[in-house]
């Protein structure tokens, strides 16, 4: 299958500061390249559905990246957390294509930014008051 060579991707940056801001899209070259570059390092992949990947930096705790994004299930059980930028796409088999306008929906609903993590537990921020980005 051959790759598409620019997909529309959902971006959830954070800044150096530890500021979130609110996601968008976005049309990134598909490349391993720019996709290593966006997360800042190499890529790791989490399943959020059957049809759509969260790729995010494999080594995030170890380069001391800011916290994200909380993933939580449909039924509002947490996951885990994600460190520095992270971007979602679809994807066909073993390639990354387009997400749909569709599915931010979804991708906000399951995505939470992290205000903070105190004696293991996980302090949501408030989505609205999040910055647009500027970069």
Known sequence: MENDKYILAYLLRVGENGQQYKG???????????????????????????????ISCDDAVAKYMKLNRALYDLQGNFITAFLGNIMVVRHKGDCFTSIRYEDKEIIEKCLKPIERIFAGQVFLADADSLLKWEG
């Open 24 to 54: 968008y899209f976005a049309e990134l070259e598909n490349s391993l390249k720019a996709e290593q570059q966006l997360v800042g390092g190499r890529i790791t992949t989490y399943p959020l559905s059957d049809e759509i990947d969260i």
